[in-house]
């Protein structure tokens, strides 16, 4: 949530932000509602006083004046119920408003409609020059019997999957390589639970708005399946006030995460690249509300991926996102693309947003400073490995000519110490 204190500040970086972003944004009626709410805020509590005020005057009056300060008071609790009223839905408006105002972008966000407009920042490694028609992840992993797609779509529908021996074999020895990656840079290990009340999706900025990407329990329980480690960790310490000396609380985890893939509809059907399900490590940081600080944990925490993909040998390129492509609560993001043969081009992996004090005002996420003052924290988060992604850069850019496929070294402590996974299979 933005800071509507800002807002009425400043409306127009909110316009000029809305409109970057592509977001239908009405800040004129967010800043009349606002108005409104807090002109009939102060009635109410004028009304409460002069209540107050005149119930001593009735304990104290003669029986002759009695009846006209009791007729005066039924007036007046007819009025402030009348104003509690009509603040009740306008409060409501407000506050559904408040939740869809998108976040400014940063001065360093380029313009532009959609992700094609994304702007490369760098290029590393060079797409294998393979010397043999390469085959795509789906036929060399079938052809291998490590995949079952059809046996999924009949127990869990489409977009599902079983992997089978080495790929599984293979998908864990990435996670693991990932997560011990963050471990080894500071990071905290944590266990979450990946289903989360409706508080949790709207702290993160996931609702309002993305429901129709998540998968919902039914009436009984107040739970949705997450999307992204990145839902619990930040949500860890929501409505808690930190101590300075604890910041920056950097946090790893290995999660389930589910996704709809609503609206995508005939797109990338076949194989792992749009699934409703997959494992992912994903890093979080807290700290304090310090913009230059924020800048120096996105710029490291996109280096923490950009070190797994140079250890696993696989090509990819930075984008700075520009606005249309931004989400609501991002000021701004970096995606790493990694080099998928099949698409014959790059592929989403990673994604490293920064958020400012965006999600931590709606999870209510502050910390003391030495000064005793209390504010809202700077939240980020990057992918550090999403598997399924991976599987397909894996096996499609380590292919051998034979079919088998080409381990890393990184990887080769998780495999057993297998160098090459498969068996050769025929022309």
Known sequence: MIDLKL???DPDLFRRGAAKKRIACDVDRILALDASVREISQRMDDLRARQKVAGK?????????????????RTQKAELKALEENQGPR??????????????????????????????????????????????????AEAQGWIDIEAAGRVSGSRNYFLIGELSLLEHAVLRFGFDHMVAKGFTPVSVPTLVRTAAMVGTGYFPGGEDQAYRCDERDDLCLVGTAEVPLTSLHGGSILDYG?????????????????????????????????????????????????????????????????????????????????GQGQIQKYD????MPSRGGFGETHSASRFHDFQARRLG???????????????????????????????????????RVRVPAALQPYTGGAKVLGRPLTA
């Open 91 to 140: 409060e409501k408006e407000l506050e559904g408003m408040l939740l869809r105002v998108p976040n400014p972008p940063a001065d360093g966000v380029p313009e532009g409609a959609d992700d094609s407009q994304n702007v490369e920042v760098r290029r590393v490694g060079t797409p294998p020059a393979f010397g043999f028609t390469p085959r795509d992840h789906v036929a060399l």
């Open 336 to 339: 790493i693309e990694t080099w």
């Open 7 to 9: 807002l009425r500040q």
């Open 365 to 403: 996420l502050r910390y003391r400073d030495a000064d005793g003052k209390v504010h809202f924290c700077h939240t980020l988060n990057n992918t550090v490995v999403a598997s399924a992604r991976m599987l397909i850069a894996l096996l499609e850019n380590h292919q051998l000519e034979d079919g």
């Open 57 to 73: 005057r009735i304990a104290e009056a003669t029986a002759a004046e009695r009846g006209d300060l009791l007729e005066a008071q």
């Open 246 to 326: 604890r910041l920056p609380l950097r946090y790893v985890a290995l999660s389930s995460c589910y996704r709809r893939e609503a609206g995508t509809y005939g797109k990338d059907t076949r194989g792992l690249y749009r699934v409703h399900q997959f494992l992912k490590v994903e890093q979080v940081v807290i700290d304090s509300a310090d913009a230059e600080r924020s800048i120096e944990h996105h710029q490291a925490i996109l280096g923490h991926a950009e070190a797994v993909l140079t250890a696993l040998d696989l090509p990819y390129r930075v984008v700075n996102v520009c606005g249309g492509d931004l």
